[in-house]
């Protein structure tokens, strides 16, 4: 029994194919006997219609067209017009010609359209065209009136039947309510369809949302941001700790977690909530920088109140100076504009590596966090004497329970395992399972790219860093940790060694961000995940000691940067701020660069 389903698919199918070869096969035979109309004898329907798809008249029906409109048939010479001709040549006189009659019906419409003026036009006229038919309680429709216009239908012909409820029924009646003139029919001129989705896959390739500015950025009035300047100078003066009196003083070994922040309010929500677990979170303190200046957000920060908590305002933000540099000048180069010809934008002279221009939403982030580093480490009174390491961390960061307490581990056992190490790792982008890496650590060269999240510095590794003040500012790459990670192998001598922890305490939870944008972005499910993943290794957490893995990692060779930086003003006020006299002054100065 259960063969025969499948035999009878199979017969199904050999007839089928069967009757495809036999209808290419008839159809060839049509084509080479020249024939314009096929024979009578010829009484197979399949052959019939397909002949029929393929633009060939039957001869019986075209015949009796022709009868039944009062016409005589088409003398033989016409009937054999396409005697010794192929499909294509015919289907090509075929279109020609019906493009000529629509050509002259249409010439025909347009004149007879001039003269007859449309019901609603006509003055004097007492007739109503009721649009119910007899015995519906309409009534008769008065006589037609003889019109000059009126197409005269030839003897024996029925006249057409008045178009119902179609669409394509665009009839004009005169005064009588008769008809003005057949509509002629257009043949629609050939279309290519398109998807909607890949023609916005393709407007974003060359625009993309990635190289816009954020309308958040350039909303503001000019009033808005005289406004916010002084408030954002005033805060910076007053560098005020929150929380002070509730958690005492900040003391020279306190630890401090340094948060750049942009505009992602949400994401911040459950950076400061996985801090709140943190053990001994309210022993240490928490800066927030900030380039964006958000109610919101500021409000947020300041109701902390488990932790020690400060802000600090970069001043230098596309916010600020939506219009001018740093911002997007409408002087300045479109990023990607076509070099082949003479230029007249303001920074035509200063293309990066890659033939492309600055873009203030990405050279804005290497600012911030060059000008942080700074503010930290020279710029504030609460670490002018601080001995201890800051953590260098996101908004879209999520931190484990025991970032601090793995911070206090590096930093006993760095002198027995690695003396010369100036960089304690606590973040790495390690996906295999927490069984794996348990709470083993390794040492070697800082690997900034794989490395660039939840690390420590000192003070000592600042200065380290600030002997190559010039090559941080003039290496074209936008990424303030790719440059780091080409100073490492260019300038740093000897080279920035690193204790890393397997088992990374921090995690990446911003898959939508400044490189990818996406349509929807789920916060909440990475943080979760993030969750979950520090719930599964909860055995390796809070460990008593650290195990060192023999092996010394060695960074990647430095390669040629990403681009993005090489407009002279991004490096001048680069370098600006790393010598502590970037200004307003300065800003406008570098507003007008061809006065220089």
């Known amino acids: ?116 003026k449309p019901l609603d036009n006509v003055k004097g006229n007492s007739s109503v065209i009721n ?26 012909r029925k006249p057409p039947a008045p178009a119902q409820s179609s669409k394509y029924s665009n009839r004009k009646l005169t005064n009588d309510n008769s008809e003005a003139v057949k509509p002629a029919i257009r043949v629609p001129a050939k279309t290519v369809k398109t998807n909607p989705r890949a023609v916005n896959k393709r407007a974003q390739s060359k625009k993309g949302v990635s190289h816009d500015v954020d309308a958040k950025e350039v909303s503001l009035t000019q009033q808005d941001i005289v406004r916010i300047k002084m408030e954002l100078e005033l805060e910076n003066k007053l560098q005020t700790v929150y929380n002070e009196r509730k958690f005492g003083p900040v003391l020279a070994n306190t630890s401090i977690l340094l948060v750049q922040v942009h505009n992602r309010l949400e994401n911040l929500r459950y950076l400061v909530e996985g801090m709140t677990k943190v053990r001994g979170i309210e022993q240490a303190l928490v800066i927030f920088s ?13 109701n902390i109140t488990n932790f020690r908590v400060m802000q600090i305002f970069f001043p230098y933000s596309i916010q600020l100076h939506p219009l001018t540099f740093p911002g997007r000048d409408p002087r300045d180069c479109s990023w990607n ?23 203030a939403s990405f050279t804005q982030i290497k600012h911030h966090w060059w000008w942080k580093i700074h503010r930290v480490f020279e710029g504030l009174r609460v670490t002018r004497n601080h001995t201890g390491h800051v953590v260098f961390l996101e908004e879209d960061h999520y931190v484990s329970p025991d970032l601090l307490h793995v911070l206090d581990i590096l930093r006993r056992q760095r002198s027995t395992f690695c003396p010369t190490c100036q960089v304690l790792a606590l973040g790495n982008y390690n996906k295999m399972s927490t069984a794996v890496y348990r709470n083993y650590i390794e040492r070697g060269d800082w690997w900034v790219t794989k490395h660039n999240l939840g690390f420590a510095l000192d003070r000592k ?43 990374s305490r921090v995690v990446h939870v911003g898959s939508c961000g400044t490189h990818v944008k996406k349509n929807s972005c789920d916060v909440r499910r990475e943080v979760l995940a ?37 407009d002279l003003r991004d490096r001048q006020l680069c370098r600006a701020i790393g010598n502590g006299t970037a200004s307003e002054d300065t800003l406008v100065r570098l507003q007008f660069p061809e006065r220089e």
Not at 48 to 75: F, S, V
Not at 337 to 359: F, T, V
């Open 337 to 359: 504009i076509n070099r082949k010809g003479p230029l007249k934008c303001l920074n035509r002279a200063w293309p990066d590596s890659y033939g492309h221009y600055r873009e």
């Open 461 to 503: 590794a600042w200065r380290t860093i600030s002997t190559c003040k010039e090559q941080f500012c003039n290496f074209d790459d936008y990424n303030w940790d790719w440059t780091l990670n080409n100073l490492e192998h260019t300038c740093f001598k000897p080279k920035m060694s690193m204790l890393s922890v397997r088992f």
């Open 131 to 156: 649009p119910k038919p007899k015995g519906e309680g309409g009534g008769a429709p008065s006589q037609p009136k003889p019109n000059v216009s009126q197409k005269v239908q030839p003897p024996g």
């Open 290 to 302: 900030h380039d964006f200046w958000d109610p919101d957000i500021n409000a947020f920060v300041t």
């Open 1 to 116: 029994m259960r063969w025969r389903r499948p035999l009878k698919r199979l017969l199904l199918l050999l007839m089928f194919v069967c009757m495809t070869i036999k209808v290419h096969l008839e159809l060839r035979l049509l084509d080479s006997s020249g024939e314009r109309a096929l024979s009578p004898w010829r009484s197979n329907d399949t052959v019939r219609n397909a002949a029929a798809l393929l633009g060939y008249p039957q001869r019986e029906e075209a015949e009796g067209a022709a009868r039944a409109g009062g016409l005589a048939a088409a003398p033989p010479g016409a009937r054999d017009a396409r005697e010794g001709m192929s499909i294509q040549d015919y289907l090509a006189r075929m279109k020609t010609s019906l493009a000529g009659e629509v050509k002259a019906k249409g010439q025909a419409l347009a004149n007879s359209t001039k003269q007859v």
């Open 530 to 566: 993030a969750v979950s993943r520090f719930n599964g290794g909860k055995q390796w957490l809070f460990p008593p000691t650290l195990v060192l893995q023999a092996n010394y990692r060695g960074a990647a060779r430095s390669k040629k940067g990403n681009g993005g930086w090489g």
